[in-house]
C-alpha cells in the first residue's frame, strides 16, 4: 500500500530557529512529491519536486527531494510566527489515478514569539 | 477572481440524517477533486472529476458517499445515513487540468459534526 509519513507530527520552536521537516514515502512508480502550508482550512502549495538533489528555494523556504533514499526535507530559516502552519506532504505517481495525491499526516508547526 | 467556495462552512447534522456538500470550482478548471481531513489526519483522497469523463471514484469510503458535477461547474458530495466516523473537514481542490495536481486550488473546506 502506497504512504507518505512525515516526522515530526508536532514542533515548537521561537522566532529565528530554523527548523527542518521530513517527509518519507512508499509509493508504487513515484511521480513527484507536492508540499503544502495548511492555516485554517485550505492547503496551499508551495513546492513540487520531481528530480533528487535540486533544491526549490522560495524565500525563506526550501526543499528537496531524495529519490534514492525516498524523502524528501522542508526547511525554514528564520522562522516567523505567521510560519505557523500545518505543513502537508504529498505524492503522486504514474499509472495510478492521475488526481491523486497521497498525503502524510502533517507536521503541525508552532512558531512562539 | 474567485476561488473556490464551499457551503456551508460548517453543519452540525444527527446520526443517520443524509447531508450534501457544495463545491463551486474556478471557472474553466476543468478537474475538480473532494478530500477528506479528519482531526489530526492527512488529507483522504475521496474523488476527481475531469471535464466529462467518467469521475475517479476509487477514493470513496462506502456506498452511503456520491458525487455529482454538471459538466465543468458545481459539485456536490452526498453523504447518507452519516455516521460518526464522518465527522471531518471536506475539502474541493479544482485545477486547470486534471495532469496539474500541483496546481490545485482548495475551498476552505466544510465542516462535518456528526452528533
Known amino acids: 500500500e502506497d504512504k507518505v509519513v512525515q516526522s515530526p507530527l508536532s514542533l515548537v520552536v521561537h522566532e529565528g530557529d530554523t527548523v527542518t521537516l521530513n517527509c518519507s514515502y512508499e509509493?508504487?512508480?513515484?511521480?513527484?512529491l507536492l508540499w503544502y502550508k495548511q492555516e485554517k482550512k485550505a492547503p496551499t502549495f508551495l513546492f513540487m519536486l520531481t528530480s533528487s538533489g535540486i533544491e526549490k528555494k522560495s524565500g525563506r523556504l526550501s526543499s528537496i527531494l531524495d529519490k534514492k533514499e525516498l524523502f524528501s526535507i522542508l526547511n525554514i530559516t528564520a522562522t516567523q510566527t505567521g510560519d505557523s502552519a500545518i505543513y502537508l506532504c504529498a505524492a503522486t505517481n504514474y499509472g495510478g489515478s492521475q488526481g491523486n495525491l497521497i498525503f502524510g499526516k502533517g507536521t503541525k508547526l508552532s512558531v512562539k514569539p | 477572481g474567485a476561488g473556490v467556495s464551499q457551503s456551508p462552512s460548517n453543519k452540525v447534522t444527527e446520526k443517520g440524517k443524509d447531508v450534501e456538500l457544495r463545491c463551486d470550482p474556478i471557472s474553466g478548471h476543468t478537474a475538480l477533486y473532494w478530500y477528506r481531513q479528519r482531526l489530526g489526519q492527512g488529507l483522504e483522497f475521496l474523488i476527481y472529476f475531469q471535464g466529462n469523463s467518467a469521475p475517479d471514484k476509487s477514493g470513496l469510503p462506502s456506498d452511503r458517499f456520491s458525487a455529482e458535477r454538471t459538466g465543468e461547474s458545481v459539485s456536490t458530495l452526498t453523504i447518507q445515513r452519516t455516521q460518526q466516523e464522518d465527522s471531518a473537514v471536506y475539502l474541493c481542490a479544482s485545477s486547470l487540468t486534471l495532469g496539474r495536481v500541483y496546481e490545485q486550488y482548495f475551498g476552505p473546506g466544510t465542516r462535518l459534526t456528526v452528533t
Open positions: 509509493v508504487t512508480n513515484f511521480r513527484s
